[in-house]
């Protein structure tokens, strides 16, 4: 065979049962979708070359969490020269914050992101208190707006989100554009501050200026350690859980999505991206069990990659926004309930782009149970 037929990985499953890091070498096959996983301790085959449609090659590059055959696979290196040419070149992290004013555009900004090749890897929404912000920001403390601007960023939340892609740093800052807003709607009026930045100099969002201060921005925001970050946003109370299920993740969808909730009204009040491994999958939708004939598939949707998952705030608004998510079955939605999300953005059943929170009084343990238990 040859080499160029296969790219090769060294992946790290942590298997809970033995409490035990498990390393692989893990072959994807281009030509016909099909993986291969080799146990470097015991030094034989842990599974056999199988197809595996739901593995794209967009997603295999060092850093980033695979999913394959319900199993988190972390890729944590190149296992041969070829693979770390072929896909490692470039790909960088870098952090964008949207600053209280670009909290507002997220659905749009995040359009512009995606537009660009860049992925989102992170996200949370965060209320920064005033050392935060002003910790953030160091960097600046002796400049005469320092205290305007960590007063700005602390004066509402924020969202922080990880890009990823190839040249992610400078990519985001050429889409931020310049800082001065009025320079930014002269020079590049299509940038994110061109376009979104406000008359009184809001600039809506901000991007890590180098791979350093990525890395140091990303930790501040993303902790690598046990310890947390800031805290998310959650209310826990006038308030459902709609969760954007994996599928329409990595489809490109969130933006969309978040911009169809907001015209339709609804508060987003918390948002977070999660890694749903299976055991917790299983435990979320632990009341769909033996009613639900998706059930497994369900739980399989929601551990197959991250999800963003959305507090909506409102009096009563359970209700409400669940019927704007329509119809269970996508195909039911476009006939009976179109405008729905998931008349819109729904595939089938279990692909069907949202959960959203059933019954009323289920609402706030479901906030909980990702904001309060999978966040903790
Ligand atoms: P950038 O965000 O483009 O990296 P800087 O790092 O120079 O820009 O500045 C950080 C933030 O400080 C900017 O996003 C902007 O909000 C604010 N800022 C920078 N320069 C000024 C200024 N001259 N007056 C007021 N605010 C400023
Ligand atoms: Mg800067």
């Not at 499953?13 to 035990?20: E, G, K, R, V």
């Not at 190839?166 to 930014?184: E, H, N, Q, T």
């Not at 946003?233 to 911009?259: F, M, Q, R």
């Amino acid at each position: 065979m040859d080499i160029k037929d296969r790219f090769a990985f060294l992946a790290e499953w942590y298997d809970p049962t033995a409490c035990l890091l498990r390393r692989y070498q893990l072959f994807y096959y281009p030509n016909d979708n099909s993986v291969e996983m080799f146990d470097v301790k015991n030094q034989r085959i842990f599974l056999r070359r199988t197809k595996y449609g739901d593995l794209r090659k967009e997603d295999l590059f060092v850093g980033n969490r695979i999913n394959v055959f319900s199993r988190q696979l972390n890729l944590v290196g190149y296992a041969d020269r070829y693979t770390a040419n072929k896909l490692g070149s470039k790909k960088e992290r870098t952090l964008a914050l949207l600053k209280p004013d670009g909290v507002l555009k997220i659905a749009d900004i995040l359009e512009i992101a995606k537009d660009a090749g860049l992925m989102v890897t992170n996200a949370k929404m965060t209320h920064l208190t005033w050392s935060q912000a002003a910790d953030l920001y160091v960097e600046h403390q002796s400049k005469p707006f320092f205290n305007s601007l960590v007063h700005q960023v602390s004066s509402a939340p924020v969202v922080a989100l990880e890009l990823m892609g190839d040249d992610a740093v400078s990519i985001w800052r050429k889409l931020l554009g310049p800082s001065d807003v009025a320079a930014a709607r002269k020079e590049a009026a299509h940038s994110v501050r061109g376009l979104f930045g406000t008359d009184d100099g809001r600039d809506v969002a901000h991007g890590s200026d180098s791979l350093a201060a990525a890395a140091r921005e990303l930790e501040f925001f993303f902790p690598t350690a046990i310890c947390h970050g800031p805290p998310n946003t959650a209310l826990y109370s006038d308030c459902t859980c709609c969760v954007i299920k994996p599928h329409a993740v990595s489809e490109g969808l969130t933006g969309k999505i978040l911009n169809s909730i907001a015209a339709a009204g609804f508060h987003i009040s918390a948002l977070e991206m999660f890694n749903v491994d299976r055991a917790n999958a299983e435990e979320f939708y632990e009341v769909y069990k033996g009613v639900v004939l998706e059930y497994t598939d369900m739980v399989t949707e929601l551990s197959l990659g991250p999800c963003m998952v959305l507090e909506i705030h409102g009096a009563d608004v359970a209700k409400a926004f669940r019927e704007f998510c329509g119809p269970a079955d996508p195909e039911i939605a476009r006939h009976l309930r179109p405008t729905t999300l998931r008349a819109i953005y729904g595939t089938d059943k279990v692909k069907n782009a949202v959960h959203c929170t059933d019954l009323p009084e289920d609402a706030v343990l479901e906030v909980q149970y990702f904001f309060k238990i999978l966040d903790g």
